[in-house]
Structure formats: structure tokens, C-alpha cells
């Protein structure tokens, strides 16, 4: 009996499993680009020519497709293209926008003190947001920022 259930377990589980990559992922999500190097592509596949190069482990992308093992990401400039799965993490992050810099502060409040001034560019790890503010940090540094200052930080 045992020997019958064994194979019949194994080919229930077979059946009922999620196929390889998680394709039935809701988008659009937010990601981060978990190498130093990672290829965007004008398609889903090795094939298609490179368009960018990312240099900067950490960079937040928001994924707005899921296709056999490549997403079709937006960068924080707006330009779009694939990239491989295997290259992006679920980890938020985000990055400093606007032309001047932005306080990082003590905590989630304009009258907080200011630890540190964050240049545009800077890319750094998402907190939990609330009230306008989120909770960042950049490498060692941590404190808040105001979400209209941080592109990764917004709802999708």
C-alpha cells in the first residue's frame, strides 16, 4: 500500500505544482536590480540586442510585464525594457529625485533634526512608508525622507 502512495503523492504534487518561475505574478510590482551588472534588452530573450547597461546593484525598477523568465521593467528615467528574472530581486529600494538635496531626518516629521543631506541619485533601501515619509536607508545610515523625494517609493 505504502509503495502505491508514494508515486501517487509524487504525481499529485507533479500536477498541481506552480510552473517554474512564478508566472502568475500580479503586476505591476516593484523591484530592484540585485547585480552590478545587469542587461536591458528591447525583448524577452538573450536573442535581442542590449539597449542599457545597469551599473548600480540596488536600483529600484517597477516590473509592468512577466514573460518565461524576463521582465519588462521601467527605470526611474522611464525607459523600459527586459531583463532577465534571475537579475532582479523583490527587495524594495529607491532612489533620491528632484535637483537639490533632500534631509534625511531623526524621524517622520519636517521639525525632525536632519542627520544627513542625500544627493539626487543616491540609492538606497525602502522602510515602510506612512504619512508621506519613509523610512530609508544608505548603507550604514538610516533615517526618513519625504516619499516625493524617493522614485520606488509610490504605490503602483
Known amino acids: ?91 524594495r529600494g529607491a532612489i533620491v529625485t528632484g535637483t537639490d538635496l533632500a534631509a534625511m531626518r531623526e524621524s517622520d516629521g519636517a521639525g525632525s533634526p536632519v542627520k544627513w543631506k542625500l544627493e539626487p541619485g543616491v540609492v538606497g533601501k525602502l522602510g515602510d512608508c506612512a504619512d508621506s515619509w519613509c523610512e530609508f536607508s544608505v548603507g550604514k545610515r538610516s533615517g526618513f525622507v519625504e516619499a516625493s523625494r524617493l522614485w520606488g517609493a509610490g504605490e503602483i
Not at 523591484?31 to 545597469?54: C, F, K, L, Q
Open 1 to 91: 500500500m505504502l509503495r502505491r502512495a508514494i508515486p501517487l503523492a509524487m504525481g499529485l504534487a507533479l500536477i498541481t505544482a506552480t510552473p517554474a518561475g512564478g508566472q502568475n505574478v500580479e503586476t505591476p510590482y516593484w523591484a530592484t536590480i540585485d547585480v552590478t551588472e545587469a542587461n536591458m534588452r528591447v525583448g524577452p530573450s538573450a536573442e535581442y540586442r542590449i539597449e542599457w547597461v545597469y551599473k548600480r546593484k540596488g536600483l529600484p525598477v517597477k516590473v509592468l510585464r512577466v514573460r518565461e523568465g524576463w521582465r519588462l521593467v521601467q527605470d526611474p528615467d522611464g525607459d523600459k525594457g527586459w531583463i532577465a528574472a534571475r537579475l532582479l530581486s523583490r527587495d
